[in-house]
Every structure is written in structure tokens, then in C-alpha cells.
Nanobody
């Protein structure tokens, strides 16, 4: 699975972006997708995830109430809507999937083996 994350950019505090994650082949619908982020000098951290069929959605505490993950399997895309952005949300955002289809991984980076190239979100205060 080759993933591509895009949609990042420079936004003022309080603004919004919609990040997208797509796959090179039409198989994304069989995989759970997680969004992670890595700020400069910090470790990669979990942000949000969605199961392969959309029945389970999970958020980190910083993301709850501000971020929304969704998927459109017909479009082979998973979205992360990020609202009310803060300066501390500045990071490279990555989408990732586990190796196994139809499986729900833990929300940790080590359970994900396929990673997109990341998209940079910069929030100016």
C-alpha cells in the first residue's frame, strides 16, 4: 500500500484545514487508517484513526472536539478535518495503515507499516 498525504499548509491560529490520505491502488477501503503527527524535536504521536469499515473512530486528547476523521471508500480517501488550530498543532502530519487488511491496530506508530510522505501544517499565532 502506497499512501499519500496532502492538504497541509500555513494557516492562522483558529483556522481550519482538511487533510487527505489516498492510496496508489484501490485497496484503501480494506485498511484501518491512522493519522499521526511529528513536531520539530518531538516524537511522532497519534492523532486519530478510523477502522476499515468506519465503525470505530478514535482521537487523541488534543484532537478531541477539534479534529474529525472520516473516510470515503468510494473515493479511496481518508480525511482529517482540523479546526480551531493552535500553534501547538504545527507538525508534519502522516497517514498510515497496518500491514493486515480488515484489522484494527493499536493507536501506536509501531502497529502501522505503510506510511505516507507527510504533509506540513504550520499554524501561525
Amino acid at each position: 500500500v502506497q499512501l499519500q498525504a496532502f492538504g497541509g499548509g500555513l494557516v492562522e491560529a483558529g483556522g481550519s484545514l482538511r487533510l487527505s490520505c489516498s492510496a496508489s491502488r484501490r485497496i484503501l477501503r480494506a485498511y484501518a487508517i491512522g493519522w499521526f503527527r511529528q513536531a520539530p524535536g518531538k516524537e511522532r504521536e497519534f492523532v486519530a484513526s478510523i477502522t476499515w469499515n468506519g465503525s470505530g473512530i478514535f482521537y487523541s486528547d488534543p484532537a478531541k472536539g477539534r479534529f474529525t476523521i472520516s473516510r470515503d471508500n468510494a473515493e479511496n480517501t481518508v480525511y482529517l478535518q482540523v479546526n480551531s488550530l493552535k500553534s501547538e498543532d504545527t507538525a508534519v502530519y502522516y497517514c498510515a495503515s497496518p500491514a493486515e487488511r480488515f484489522w484494527t491496530p493499536r493507536n501506536v506508530a509501531n502497529d502501522h507499516v505503510h506510511w505516507g510522505q507527510g504533509t506540513l501544517v504550520t499554524v501561525s499565532s
